[in-house]
């Protein structure tokens, strides 16, 4: 069997990537919140940051405890333009907490510390920071759907190229279109004729998305072992390709 990072590692990567979040109410009729900018922290909580006029935020004020019970989808999109874009979604699921000024403030300069964006800036001056105490934690990816549990979350890391995985995808896709071509040996016969898109980079292998005629096919093309630094990742990324040097050099020692 192919080895995967696990679960709440993927999960954990898909936090730490930030891409596109929405924030779900769990009060019937509740629209849906599009945050500002959000962050989720090493014990899972996530910081959101909305515009104060939004109404979920008088109604965390309003509710019992300054609490209420939603839902934070994070998407996983893919770096490079594919018919079907993303690629797993995360879901918290818990209690929003509405945060006075000062405790804005307070979680504004720990986001800015993680993930530093000009829009926290606007902390008290028409945005304000909710906070999200999560309960539950279930991951949906190619790999299937998972629950999991916040201390697996918390304890996992995310995988050690996920900083650069989007622009060295699209390197690879707007700059080696002949490398992708070639990974493409290791594709089924039946695949071959389909469209070669790089999907997805890890410490264990290159994912390909395949957009043929029927249907999308997605390809993991593993790694010997796994990688952690980027001379390793070179390497693997020759064998794949088929470099001639690489085997020569292979065959010397």
Not at 166 to 172: E, G, I, K, M
Not at 209 to 227: G, I, M, S
Request: hydrophobic content about 45%; proline content about 7%; some cysteine.
């Amino acid at each position: 069997m192919t080895e995967t990072p696990t679960p709440a590692e993927r999960a954990r990567t898909i936090a730490t990537r930030g891409g596109k979040a929405t924030l779900m109410p769990s009060a019937e009729g509740a629209g849906k919140v599009i945050p500002l900018t959000h962050h989720v922290h090493a014990d899972g909580v996530a910081s959101v940051l909305v515009a104060q006029s939004n109404p979920f935020v008088q109604a965390a004020w309003a509710a019992p405890r300054g609490e209420l019970a939603a839902m934070l989808e994070l998407a996983d999109t893919a770096p490079v333009p594919l018919r079907e874009p993303v690629r797993g979604l995360l879901w918290f699921t818990g209690w929003v907490r509405a945060l006075s000024d000062d405790e804005a403030r307070r979680a504004a300069v720990l986001v800015a510390e993680e993930r530093p964006d000009p829009r926290l800036l606007d902390v008290g001056h028409g945005a304000t920071m909710l906070q999200l105490i999560p309960a539950s934690l279930v991951l949906a990816d190619a790999e299937g759907t998972h629950s999991l549990r916040l201390e697996d979350f918390t304890a996992a890391t995310p995988d050690p190229f996920c900083a650069y995985e989007a622009d060295w995808l699209r390197h690879l896709e707007l700059a080696h279109t002949d490398v992708v071509s070639l990974l493409g040996r290791h594709l089924p016969d039946e695949l071959r004729g389909g469209h070669i898109r790089p999907l997805g980079l890890d410490r264990f292998g290159l994912r390909l998305r395949v957009e043929a005629d029927d249907a999308d096919h997605d390809v993991r093309l593993a790694f010997e072992q796994p990688v952690t630094t980027t001379a390793e990742l070179a390497n693997e990324l020759r064998r794949l390709v088929g470099c001639p040097f690489l085997a020569e050099t292979r065959k010397r020692y």
